[in-house]
């Protein structure tokens, strides 16, 4: 097997295959023969004032004002239904999990495997053994770099990514391209942000071994036309990697009709818990790649000088997994998907609509990225004239206002724009336009004010 040759589909082991028929056995004894995903369900509603009362971390109060949360591309909450899932994991079922062990290894185990079934249906993947759970979209695209770019990458090859990247989506890149005296070249954006379909084909070439880019910019909010960018790619011959961080949270995902050859998506951003994440791939590609991390669980017949290592999602699942951390992105997958997805697609766009309309009336304000509403998540990074992305955070933090500021991890995109900092305000399902309308109220008025000295702000 070399680094990028085909293996041919699942070569199923003499181990593998006893380990099913033991569980299974194990499974009558138990009379557990199947076991469905604990279903959780969010409540079925068209209400955004109904989804806001399952998240009560958004009850409290900061600074003497009611918690307006608009940094939800950074972590999103999490509703009682996760967190009452996850804590039912602990309180029931906590052993680490084995499918021919113990009755609560067993049940840890399917819990574990259950999770991963849905999240392959999320992404509608063949197989759930294509889903690798790592802890998050960087730690996933640091996967694929060491274990499949790698062995794979020779004096002169090409990675090509987008000026917009986020940190997580360059870095990688460049450790592994120094490493292997491969170079990293950037296609450009336009002035709002959207990647040139002109440049991504200029520099497209026979050297282009891989493509990544963002689905969703964390900066603009900018949903990228990822099924035409993965066409473009595979006609040059390169593979392509979606960084879904942003996407996964707002948009349905389909690997098969997108047709890329990486996903990589964060638990936390979509109401998961934090320290979870996902890297998709075709079983054949991960069968095609070296390990990432070596350990327990990912290789069996293990001795002194040889081992045999596991195939497709389950050889890069070295040490004892964050079971809980699966369950909880399980659950928050049905509970997104128990909701009404249009009225929450609507109550986005008009999310949308409105803070554009509220930040485009502010004097001196300047969004970043596309101007129009359509074809972006609502996520909208501004600098403020006079007055600093520091100071801007601080006064909103002080009316209870949560935003972020600084570089976005995206310094070269900020630069693209002209500026090396800025704010932004990120919403999700649980936003309200009231909490728009405070935001608005808020800059309006300190765009009337002069801008803090620096230590009035600090
Ligand atoms: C577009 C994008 N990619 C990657 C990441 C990294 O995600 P994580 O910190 O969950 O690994 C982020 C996080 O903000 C992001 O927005």
Redesign the pocket.
Known sequence: MNAEGKTGRSRVSRRQFGKSAMVAWLGTLAGETTVAAESVRGNDSSDPAQWRGDFPVLTQSVNGYPLAYLDS???THRPRQVLASMNSFYENDNANPGGTLHLLARRAYQKYEDARRVVAKFVNADDSDEIVWV???????NLVASAWARPLLRKGDEVLLTVA?????LLPWRLVAERCGAVVRCVRVDDEGRVSLDDLDQKLSKRTRLFAF?????VTGYIAPAKELCARAHAAGARVLI?A??SAPHIRLDVQNLDCDFL??????MCGP?GT?VVWAHRELLDSMSPYQAGSNMAHEVEFTSQEFEHGARKFGAGTPNVAGAIGLSAAIQYMESQNRSAIEAHEAQLTRHALKRLAAIPGLRVLGPKDSAGRIPVFSFVLEKHSPQEILGYLDERGIAVRAGD???LSLLKRFGVTAAVRASCYLYTQISEIDRLGDALSELSRSQPRSRNESD
Request: without cysteine; glycine residues 8%; aromatic residues 2%.
């Open positions: 591309a950074a972590t802890r998050g979209t960087t730690e996933g695209i990247e986020h940190a997580s989506n963002s689905h969703v910019s964390n960084d961080a942003q990589v998506f964060s638990s936390h951003k934090m994440g976005l991890a995206a």
